[in-house]
Nanobody, 123 residues
């Protein structure tokens, strides 16, 4: 059963740091890109960062230089280190896995989402 569980959210003051974790239970026969998205109240869900199976990383402009994504495949966990946090970073943060292989077991492009972890930044 595929499952993504986010943790590490909380309330911090502006300028502080948080590290989010996404514990993934995925099909071992497949490879996945792992991404973080966020959704502020009343707004659409936005892409934040992605890490591909080869380790390539991508960031939204609004987090470049402040956030760092990483993955520990041995622990099946993806992290998002968030530094220099701003009030506008307040949102629910979601982890997403997207299948990057095609086989009898792996459906290319299939997506799985976690339920999110709440980040609140006060000024």
């Amino acid at each position: 059963q595929v499952q993504l569980v986010e943790s590490g959210g909380g309330s911090v003051q502006a300028g502080g740091s948080l590290r989010l974790s996404c514990a993934a239970s995925l099909y071992t026969q497949c490879t996945y890109s792992m991404s973080w998205y966020r959704q502020a109240p009343g707004k659409e869900r936005d892409f934040v960062s992605r890490i591909d199976p080869d380790g390539s990383t991508f960031y939204a402009d609004f987090v470049k230089g402040r956030f760092t994504i990483s993955r520990d495949d041995a622990k099946s966990t993806v992290y998002l280190q968030m530094n220099s946090l701003k009030p506008e970073d307040t949102a629910m943060y979601y982890c997403k896995a997207q299948t990057r292989t095609a086989s009898a077991r792996c459906r290319l492009g299939e997506e799985y989402w976690g339920k999110g972890t709440l980040v609140t930044i006060s000024s």
